[in-house]
């Protein structure tokens, strides 16, 4: 026991500490002293004096029954060599490394093995774009042959270029890759690893009805693919048109964040309350007084959420939602609803 190897010791086994309380260090190491100290030709063979030194001080553990000794691998923990573990040792590899997860995320991602090479050329920068061939043939052109706009790295072509652009927002993710900026891909890769920044963009539509007695609104969220999702409707103190709008707007503010969604885009039928928001963001002193809190009661709701838009939208695309607002205004039915909830009378 107790000899140092570079990269194992011999030791009995790894056993709890024994308890020497009488005499502050092990027994065995205590006889071995007593009959070998005197012969320092045994010590050097046998023993180093550092190791001796760690028996004494605990620092290594003795078992509490006589074992019979055996080799055990420090680096791995439960003492088994691997030429894996041995090639990390050598090339002085640590755990748990950045490095290393984003290849195990690569390499255990749900893809075809082809795009998982083509992930790692990319994310090992080994994709031969012009950034790269520019030092093998210098004064070769290096602009991006998409767009002629940027220099053509990997980053750009896949990522930040306007037709790579319009590629992630055409996909189920419905990604705007405008409202990110990495200066690398290992920091794509972070922000990507995150499941609720690769949700999709959830659409939200509202609309106002303005009666006799009194008004109601409606709020529909949909997903990209135009699946209903939630309705909100509710009852409103406005009986002009842009401040019932905003309010309507506000409402599905309020209720995406309750709701949890991260990216939303507003669409009204109302081009006078989507400019106010849209001229508010520049300067709400502007604004009309009326108008000034449910602007600022909108962004404060919208804050919560990562991305939000507000966009106009043709009255016939609001159908929906104004024909909600009608029906809620009609039968005075207020709240949150899943779309299982209506009976074939809407
Ligand atoms: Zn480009």
């Known amino acids: ?88 040792v050598v090339k002085n590899l640590q755990g748990n490394l950045d490095s290393d997860s984003k290849w195990r ?26 950034e790269r061939l520019i030092t093998i043939f210098p004064g070769m052109d290096t602009l991006c042959p998409m767009c002629s706009l940027a220099i053509e790295s990997s980053l750009h072509l896949f990522w930040e270029c306007e037709y790579a652009r319009a590629i992630w927002f055409g996909c189920s993710w419905q990604m705007r890759t405008s409202t990110t900026s990495f200066s690398s891909w290992d920091d794509w890769l972070k922000w990507f690893s995150i499941p609720q920044n690769r949700l999709g963009w959830i659409m939200c539509n509202s609309d106002i009805s303005i009666g006799k007695t009194q008004s109601a609104g409606a709020v529909i969220f949909r997903q990209e693919d135009n699946k209903i999702v939630k309705i909100v409707t509710f009852l409103s103190n406005y009986c002009d048109p842009l401040p019932g709008e905003l309010q309507a707007i506000c409402e599905g503010a309020a209720s995406a964040r309750l709701l949890g969604y991260k990216n ?58 104004h024909a909600l607002a009608r029906w809620a205004n009609r039968n005075n039915h207020f709240g949150v609803f899943d779309l299982a909830d209506f009976d074939g009378s809407l």
């Open 264 to 321: 939303v885009i507003f669409f009204s039928d109302s081009a006078a309350a989507v400019d106010s928001i849209r001229n508010a963001r520049s300067n709400l002193s502007k604004l009309h007084h009326n108008l000034r809190d449910l602007i600022t009661n909108l962004v404060e709701a919208a804050s919560a959420l990562s991305n939000w838009e507000t966009h106009w939208t043709p009255r016939q695309h609001n159908g929906v939602a």
């Open 1 to 88: 026991m107790g000899t140092r190897h570079p990269f194992g010791l011999t030791l009995g086994s790894l056993g709890t500490t024994p308890n020497w309380p009488h005499l502050g260090m092990p027994l065995m190491v205590l006889a071995w002293l007593a009959t070998l100290s005197s012969t320092t030709i045994g010590t050097r063979i046998w023993y180093e004096a550092g190791s001796v030194l760690r028996m004494l001080e605990g620092y290594i553990t003795l078992p509490s029954r006589p074992k019979e000794d055996g080799w055990l691998w420090l680096p791995a923990p439960n003492g088994h060599v691997s030429v894996k573990l041995a090639y990390r």
């Open 105 to 130: 995320f690569v390499w255990g991602a749900k893809m075809h093995n082809r795009l998982k090479f083509f992930w790692w050329k990319i994310l090992s920068y080994n994709l031969l774009t012009k």
